[in-house]
């Protein structure tokens, strides 16, 4: 099975937009696309969730395209606390094969 | 503060030691989760539990050993285990096993295996 794949790290600065994508080609018909951020010595946290098109939340945007092969999660005006690793998690197979993306390590600047 | 606890937050143990990885939630969840995570890797599943049963075991050595005793609490025995097993153990839950059911983190237990 392909892997589900994101850029390795990012850089940005306060109050810049940053979009992170994920490559899942291998994403079950029916599930749902959810991403994470974690910071050193915790858990992941929930950030946003969607099947298709676009989500907006509180904090972030994510969006789909028809295909569903890959996801673009949307940060608009990043701060410093917003520097860390930032997952997708996908079922790849069906019957909740769960797999994490491979992780992208943003990094904010002043 | 996480909805889901994890004890201990720590610990080391010997190859042949005895011990076990405790997770809790009451947020009325019926999934449970356990994950590994090496550092700089994502969290990788191992076991996936849903109303108290195992349905998932993503072939894990038998030196690792989960129960869940009622719906709140899920433990994780280890038993016999390889330097190669120290890493970051990870419980989640869900209110249902299925995608569009997010799951809830706790902070995990970093585990030494000396």
């Known amino acids: 099975l392909a892997k589900t794949t994101q850029p390795i790290s990012m850089d940005s600065y306060e109050g810049q937009e940053v979009n992170i994508t994920c490559s899942h080609n291998?994403?079950?018909?029916?599930?749902?696309i959810t991403w994470y951020q974690q910071f050193p010595s915790q858990g992941p946290r929930f950030i946003i969730q969607g099947y298709k098109t676009k989500v907006t939340n509180e904090v972030a945007s994510l969006f789909i395209p028809a295909d569903r092969k890959s996801s673009t999660l949307s940060l608009p005006r990043v701060s410093l606390s917003d520097t860390a690793v930032y997952y997708c998690l996908v079922d790849e197979g069906g019957f909740q094969k769960l797999v994490f993306g491979t992780g992208t390590r943003l990094l904010v600047s002043p | 503060d996480t909805e889901v606890t994890q004890t201990p937050k720590h610990l080391v143990m010997g190859m042949t030691n005895k011990k076990s990885l405790k997770c809790e939630q009451h947020?009325?969840?019926?999934?449970m989760y356990w994950y590994k995570q090496k550092a700089k890797k994502p969290p990788e599943l191992m076991f996936v539990?849903?109303?108290?049963?195992?349905?998932i075991n993503e072939s894990v050595p038998s030196r690792f050993s989960p129960e869940c005793p009622n719906s709140s609490l899920l433990n994780l025995h280890l038993h016999a285990l390889q330097p190669e097993d120290s890493a970051l153990y990870l419980c989640?839950?869900?209110?249902?096993?299925?995608?569009?059911?997010?799951?809830?983190f706790g902070d995990g237990t970093r585990l030494s295996i000396l």
């Open positions: 947020m009325g969840h019926r999934a």
């Open positions: 989640a839950s869900s209110q249902v096993v299925t995608g569009s059911q997010p799951q809830h």
């Open positions: 291998n994403i079950a018909t029916n599930d749902y």
């Open positions: 539990y849903s109303y108290e049963k195992l349905s």
